[in-house]
């Protein structure tokens, strides 16, 4: 057991490389975005104090979230975060990200210096933090050359604001160009990648997590349960459940489009049969699937109440077989082949 300055008794967790940097983060991240609209704020200290007592030193956030909100709520879980944190900031390594829509204007969003600039000061103020650990663009606005929000997140380190920077939804082509133009710019280089990746989602393998490995880039995927569909809780002759992250507000179309499907429904029933007969549960079982990749360095779980977080923290003590970890790979592999879009 191990305590931390701000009093946290928690279980020895692995820790690992943050990719070719110097960061050490522990092998779980914990994402937030089901604080603040899933979970009120009680319900979301109490998961971040399982989290902690579990290992996890490491947490993620955006500027957007809670999922599945609107205007009116965004910005409510870094505030959540940072109320949470206080007394704690420096046992725990933090990130948040920006590009998505925070206000009504039109330069509201997206990658522009001053977006950019703005967002990185307002997430700082909810997170009541003077720096973030790591800081990452949300996705890619087409709309905003790739230089100017390479410079402004450079110059959100040079200021102190972030120890680092990344990127989250990217696909390989655009990391690899970013990776290229800050060598060529001396900008502060690209040190991680969030994309999705789970056992029903794997076309990543085939470009984004070697680049990611070649180059040295993290890797912090997030969905490594598919939205809840991997716990095996859920059938498909079921409506999707109002009170999860199917009907969840905007994001419910999403992630039905994603996974609420029949074929990923009789994926799950297979593996159902391979967790019953490897004596673990099928939470368990997906993330550690996802940590036995080599480019892997910290899948992002998340839970809505405190308990579900335990199958996920277990998968940290798993060693998979290879024999295992075929098995899981030959049941998925058409899965490698999937759309990007979804």
Partial sequence: MV?????????????????????????????????????????????????????VDFLDTADVY????????????????????????????????????????????????????DSIEASLRRLKTDYVDLYQLHGYDPSTPMDEALEALDTVVRHGKARYVGVSNWPAWRLARAIGRTEVKNLMPIRSAQPRYNLLFRTFERDLLPLCEEEGVAVIPYNPLAGGLLTGKHAGSDAPPNDGRFQLGAAGPMYQARYWHEREFETVEALRAVASEAGMSMATMAVAWVLANPAVTAPIIGASKPEQLADS?????????????????????????VDAER
Avoid at 70 to 98: M, N, P, Q, S, Y
Avoid at 314 to 337: I, N, Q, Y
């Fill in 3 to 55: 305590v931390l300055r701000s009093g946290y008794y928690h279980r020895a967790m692995k820790h690992v490389k943050f990719g070719r940097s110097g960061l050490i983060v522990s092998q779980l991240c914990l994402g937030t975005m089901t604080f603040g609209l899933q979970c009120d704020e009680a319900q979301s200290h109490a998961i971040l104090d399982a989290a902690a007592e579990g290992g």
């Fill in 66 to 117: 809670p999922l599945g909100g609107d205007l009116a709520t965004v910005g409510r879980t870094e505030e959540i975060v940072g109320g949470w944190l206080r007394g704690k900031r420096h046992d725990f390594i933090l990130a948040t990200k920006c590009v998505g829509r925070m206000g009504p204007r039109r330069w509201d969003q997206g990658m522009s210096r001053k977006h950019i600039l």
């Fill in 313 to 337: 923290l277990a998968a940290a003590d798993v060693v998979m077989s290879a024999e295992l970890k075929g098995r899981l790979d030959e049941v998925t592999k058409a899965w490698r082949a």
